[in-house]
């Protein structure tokens, strides 16, 4: 490899480390990264690490390219075939990323994009020995995971269950009910509903966010040790639901599903607010042929797209709320 090509990985390198660099400093003085798109959010909500740490990997990650390729320039031999291994590593972390994007989250981060296509480049200047060993490590991993079967199979395997989602739980005494409200921090018609479950109550209230809570108190609430907001949006998307809030009511015969703001405070009151409940049967809105019954109103927010402050941009459609959804 002749010096100006050697040159030109480091500089690029160096300079996808400032990207990267950027992003840390915007996490660490505004508490989150600059995100391009929806698909952003989408994807670190569903990662087990803070997106902090994914950028601290991604920097050093840059940094040792450039390295690499500085001491390959100076010494040769030994730190040439390192960073061509590096390289290639590189290009394999990004394919599972990107598989895990196209195949799990269905949405696309546009930064994680930018940064797999620098990968990438990086791989097809080293040579083109370099760039088809890359291109066959990225065809196989695409090729293994479209064959891959997800969704109730990871659910299944992990034998978990909708507990396993539940960041905590407000029980009463004598409970009639058993509730689970799908909910996300940043939804206010979620926020309506919580409010909706202040005071007494003859139900037991599962709280089972869609994503990563920061802080959430609510009076009377016994925190989970541990809990899955992944679980949950994987059980709405079984469920065929897009949108939040959401209650489940647990019964002998399996769940009800109420959906909608309204429906949902409509349904407390009546069902969980009077010393004996009354079994709420409002079938609205329900779908004849459902095999779960759903009674679902407006005042939704979307599972996968922020909801502004109204929440005025996410109101579902005619058609979405006379839906039916087979058991999972």
């Avoid at 309506?192 to 037991?204: Q, W």
């Avoid at 802080?215 to 609430?221: E, K, P």
């Avoid at 009800?256 to 407390?268: A, L, M, R, V």
Wanted: glycine share 6%; hydrophobic share 40%.
């Amino acid at each position: 490899m002749n010096h100006r090509i050697s040159k030109t990985i480091s500089f690029i390198s160096f300079a996808a480390s400032i990207l990267i660099g950027i992003q840390i400093l915007l996490i660490l003085l505004r508490g989150e990264a600059a995100c391009l798109n929806q698909g952003c959010k989408l994807v670190e909500n569903l990662t087990n690490i803070p997106p902090l740490y994914f950028n601290l990997i991604g920097l050093f990650y840059f940094q040792t390219i450039c390295w690499l390729f500085f001491l390959g320039r100076k010494k040769g031999g030994v730190f040439v075939e390192l960073a061509r291994l590096v390289l290639l590593t590189g290009l394999a972390v990004e394919s599972v990323l990107l598989t895990y994007q196209i195949f799990v989250a269905e949405a696309f981060c546009s930064y994680c994009l930018i940064l797999f296509s620098i990968v990438l480049i990086l791989n097809a200047l080293a040579g083109w020995k370099q760039f088809v060993a890359g291109i066959s490590i990225l065809s196989g991993i695409l090729l293994i995971s479209s064959l891959l079967s997800y969704g109730s199979t990871a659910l299944l395997s992990q034998q978990q269950t909708i507990n396993n989602g539940t960041y905590g739980t407000r029980s009463c005494l004598n409970p009639q009910k058993e509730l689970y409200l799908f909910f996300s921090a940043n939804c206010p018609h979620c926020k309506n509903v919580i409010e909706a479950l202040e005071g007494c109550s003859s139900c037991n209230f599962h709280f089972n966010p869609i994503e990563k809570l920061d802080t959430f108190d609510f009076q009377g609430m016994k925190r989970a040790e541990s809990y899955d907001p992944a679980l949950n949006k994987l059980l709405l998307k079984l469920l065929g639901i897009d949108s939040i809030p959401v209650l489940l009511e647990k019964n002998q015969s399996g769940f009800s599903i109420i959906k909608g703001e309204k429906q949902i405070i409509h349904y407390i009151q009546q069902a969980c607010y009077q010393a004996d409940p009354l079994l709420y049967l409002d079938r609205t809105g329900q779908s004849s042929q459902a095999e779960i019954p759903i009674f679902s109103e407006t005042g939704e927010c979307s599972v996968n797209i922020e909801c502004e402050k109204d929440g005025k941009q996410n109101t579902p459609s005619e058609k979405s709320l006379n839906q039916s959804v087979p058991l999972p």
